[in-house]
């Protein structure tokens, strides 16, 4: 089977795990309710390895 949804949201995230873009089938990530967030109220793209951008099947 090949996962294509990851729900990982309220589980007090503060990064995100480059091993992540080995899910290459994945098309929903659900990160919401983490504090992935900078003081300023701003996303902090930071967190979120580059390799994510691999992901070619991952929606916005």
Do not use: M, W
């Amino acid at each position: 089977s090949t996962l294509r949804r990851l729900i990982l949201s309220n589980n007090n995230l503060s990064g995100l795990p480059p091993s992540l873009s080995s899910l290459v089938n994945l098309e929903y990530l659900d990160i919401s309710h983490n504090p992935l967030l900078v003081s300023n109220g701003h996303n902090d793209y930071s967190c979120f390895p580059r390799e994510l951008e691999n992901l070619k099947k991952l929606q916005a």
